[in-house]
């Protein structure tokens, strides 16, 4: 049996937008036969993501349904189109709650489509975007260590001399033991431990 | 200079695969042990007349396997009526329904059922049996229905849970390890929810590079 699948694509070279953007997302239903698709729902929607309670907040929605379809194409012609065809949504993003990627808390944008059959049964399916572009902690925690590193280069560099060779080397944080920089710059405590066990899972 | 090697804007952005919207309850499988099911559950429920209690502390899945038990109740031909009771509610939220105007047969659930006083159990087991409706509950301490099930916490289980969780998360699991499992059961020995939200915290430290 034919599993049925929702595609989404965003009309934009980026999934990264800024406020005020406007959005453009094509969606169709593939694998279906005719009339299985009783409804289509698509929004734009945010939600939070983290160790608490969720919230979710819908910015729009849109549904097309056999009876009563209000639907549009963007060419603005009457919509007399099945419903599992190519159709689009359109909106203008709002000034916030911008995406966030915290620690304790992320705030995640997406597209949604949510495709309700024949016989009670339904598929959803999200594409992601990224509203804004706040810095998550890491990102400003690496960047201030870069920063703070710089500074120390320049301590040293003053304090050593032109040359800056003698002396112990210091562990600049964001570095392995042996003075090589992790990948992304950012020191871990329990490097020596990670290495050592055995991933299970 | 070496540029941080983040995401692809093609890219989502990293979960957390312990976060609250994975492991919450109907997210997550309530995992039966061998020879026990939910189809079971619900025969033994239907054969004590549609009542019976969960007891299990705190976190201990008695919420997921509620939301697993759910949808083999409806296929039984029970409609269910579900409400939940968070910590410090005392009442049943009948904004929406009153158990009093349910349809005769309806399979009344509450979460939580250890919140209520006594006398409003007292009057929810009057107005279910006045109009025949089951009464599922999930309690922290035997309440007087017929035992269900009883929900504990042990290392196999969690296992599952976990290796659910990082199913497909090659990521995941070389930040996660068994060890890290282990220590946060011995932490949370008998709530694990609260060990997988102690995973999560864990598993942000590291990804996020050890704040």
Redesign the interface.
Same mark, same amino acid.
């Given at each position: 049996m034919k599993e049925p699948l929702v595609s989404i694509a965003l009309q934009a070279y980026t999934r990264i937008f800024a406020p005020g953007d406007e959005l453009v997302a094509d969606f169709q239903i593939d694998a279906v036969e005719p009339g299985e698709v009783e409804a289509v729902e698509a929004s734009v929607l945010w939600y939070t993501e983290g160790k608490g309670d969720e919230d979710l907040g819908v910015h729009f929605f849109k549904r097309f349904d056999g009876n009563r379809d209000d639907g549009h194409r963007d060419d603005g012609q009457a919509d007399d189109v099945p419903l599992h065809e190519l159709r689009s949504i359109r909106t203008t993003l709002p000034h916030c709650p911008l995406s966030y990627d915290g620690r304790i808390v992320k705030i995640r944008w997406c597209v949604r489509v949510r495709a309700f059959l024949n016989r009670g049964r339904f598929v959803v399916a999200d594409q992601w975007f990224q509203l804004g572009s706040v810095a998550s902690p890491s990102q400003s925690v690496a960047e201030s260590r870069k920063r703070g590193s710089e500074r120390n280069d320049a301590g040293h560099a003053a304090a050593n001399g032109a040359g800056g060779e003698r002396g112990g080397k210091a562990r600049v944080p964001g570095t392995r033991p042996d003075g090589n920089a992790r990948p992304d710059g950012n020191a871990r405590p329990d490097d020596g431990e990670r290495a050592s066990t055995l991933a299970a899972y | 200079m070496?540029r941080?090697? #983040?995401p692809t @804007?093609?890219d @989502? @952005?990293p #979960?957390?695969p312990?976060?609250?919207?994975y492991v919450?309850p109907g997210a997550i499988p309530f995992f039966f042990a061998a020879g026990e099911s939910a189809a079971d559950l619900v025969a033994r429920l239907a054969a004590n007349g549609w009542r019976g209690e969960i007891v299990g502390p705190h976190g201990s899945g008695k919420s997921t396997l509620l939301a697993t038990l759910l949808p083999e109740i409806e296929r039984a031909g029970r409609a269910v009526a579900t409400y939940r009771l968070r910590e410090g509610e005392r009442r049943l939220d009948e904004q929406s329904q009153r158990v009093d105007r349910l349809a005769l047969g309806t399979a009344v659930v509450v979460d939580g059922y250890e919140q209520l006083p006594w006398w409003r159990k007292w009057l929810l087991r009057w107005a279910c049996a006045q109009r025949s409706l089951g009464l599922l509950v999930t309690t922290h301490a035997a309440a007087g229905l017929p035992a269900l099930y009883e929900t504990s916490v042990d290392m196999p289980t969690v296992d599952r849970v976990?290796?659910h969780l990082?199913e497909g998360e090659p990521e995941?699991?070389?930040i996660?390890?068994?060890?890290d499992?282990a220590r946060a059961m011995e932490a949370h020995p008998t709530n694990l929810r609260e060990a997988l939200?102690a995973l999560?915290?864990l598993y942000?430290?590291?990804?996020? #590079?050890?704040?």
């Amino acid at each position: 049996m034919k599993e049925p699948l929702v595609s989404i694509a965003l009309q934009a070279y980026t999934r990264i937008f800024a406020p005020g953007d406007e959005l453009v997302a094509d969606f169709q239903i593939d694998a279906v036969e005719p009339g299985e698709v009783e409804a289509v729902e698509a929004s734009v929607l945010w939600y939070t993501e983290g160790k608490g309670d969720e919230d979710l907040g819908v910015h729009f929605f849109k549904r097309f349904d056999g009876n009563r379809d209000d639907g549009h194409r963007d060419d603005g012609q009457a919509d007399d189109v099945p419903l599992h065809e190519l159709r689009s949504i359109r909106t203008t993003l709002p000034h916030c709650p911008l995406s966030y990627d915290g620690r304790i808390v992320k705030i995640r944008w997406c597209v949604r489509v949510r495709a309700f059959l024949n016989r009670g049964r339904f598929v959803v399916a999200d594409q992601w975007f990224q509203l804004g572009s706040v810095a998550s902690p890491s990102q400003s925690v690496a960047e201030s260590r870069k920063r703070g590193s710089e500074r120390n280069d320049a301590g040293h560099a003053a304090a050593n001399g032109a040359g800056g060779e003698r002396g112990g080397k210091a562990r600049v944080p964001g570095t392995r033991p042996d003075g090589n920089a992790r990948p992304d710059g950012n020191a871990r405590p329990d490097d020596g431990e990670r290495a050592s066990t055995l991933a299970a899972y | 200079m070496h540029r941080d090697a #983040g995401p692809t @804007p093609n890219d @989502p @952005p990293p #979960g957390n695969p312990f976060a609250t919207r994975y492991v919450r309850p109907g997210a997550i499988p309530f995992f039966f042990a061998a020879g026990e099911s939910a189809a079971d559950l619900v025969a033994r429920l239907a054969a004590n007349g549609w009542r019976g209690e969960i007891v299990g502390p705190h976190g201990s899945g008695k919420s997921t396997l509620l939301a697993t038990l759910l949808p083999e109740i409806e296929r039984a031909g029970r409609a269910v009526a579900t409400y939940r009771l968070r910590e410090g509610e005392r009442r049943l939220d009948e904004q929406s329904q009153r158990v009093d105007r349910l349809a005769l047969g309806t399979a009344v659930v509450v979460d939580g059922y250890e919140q209520l006083p006594w006398w409003r159990k007292w009057l929810l087991r009057w107005a279910c049996a006045q109009r025949s409706l089951g009464l599922l509950v999930t309690t922290h301490a035997a309440a007087g229905l017929p035992a269900l099930y009883e929900t504990s916490v042990d290392m196999p289980t969690v296992d599952r849970v976990v290796g659910h969780l990082l199913e497909g998360e090659p990521e995941g699991a070389a930040i996660v390890t068994r060890e890290d499992v282990a220590r946060a059961m011995e932490a949370h020995p008998t709530n694990l929810r609260e060990a997988l939200f102690a995973l999560y915290d864990l598993y942000e430290r590291r990804r996020q #590079g050890g704040l």
